[in-house]
């Protein structure tokens, strides 16, 4: 059966794309921080704070990981998680180079990463919700990583504010405590 073009750049999941797509991605993720200063704009209003724990959930390319290790600093950590292993070695490109010593890679199988529960005061999940295919299972498994008193960081990505919503109320494990422009603050139930 032949491939469609479509399928051979975005995959038939859109949650695992593949390896071109990736690197494509990256790209013009690179361009957007080089030229808009998108990821610096975004990561200022994550409200991190030193001694944390913090997962960057779909961290792609690792966009956030150096700010997000130096604000946590070494008495906190960051645990950057994808399920592309392009990501994973992306981000451990970026560990070794700025010798990030307080940051940890996991490559997580569809929604389930190894990490214990309860590890974090903080998850985020930027620019990847809306491409999330069964949101119920993904925020399980992201509430199974917050600390009690923790929070969840969402942001809207490629889909309405209404939608990230809905996402979010339907399993009825968080309430949205926070609404900003390109994300929302979530705490457990």
């Not at 925020?139 to 309405?160: F, N």
């Amino acid at each position: 059966m032949k491939k469609k073009h479509s399928d051979i750049f975005f995959g038939k999941n859109n949650e695992i794309i593949p390896n071109i797509a990736f690197q494509a991605m990256s790209g013009v993720m690179k361009l957007m921080d080089l030229f808009g200063k998108h990821s610096s704009k975004n990561f200022q209003t994550l409200g991190l704070k030193p001694g944390q724990v913090v997962i960057d959930y779909g961290c792609g390319p690792g966009r956030y990981i150096k700010d997000a290790s130096h604000v946590v600093g070494e008495s906190g950590k960051v645990i950057a998680v994808d399920i592309h292993p392009l990501a994973i070695k992306k981000v451990q490109s970026i560990i070794d180079k700025y010798k990030l010593s307080n940051v940890e890679v996991s490559l997580a199988k569809g929604y389930a990463s190894e990490l214990p529960s309860e590890t974090a005061d903080v998850v985020y999940a930027l620019d990847m919700f809306h491409m999330v295919e069964r949101p119920v299972e993904f925020l399980l498994e992201l509430c199974r990583l917050i600390k009690k008193d923790g929070i969840l960081i969402i942001e809207d990505g490629h889909q309405s504010r209404s939608e990230t919503i809905q996402k979010i109320n339907k399993p009825g494990l968080l309430v949205v405590s926070q609404e900003k422009k390109s994300h929302v603050v979530c705490r457990k139930l």
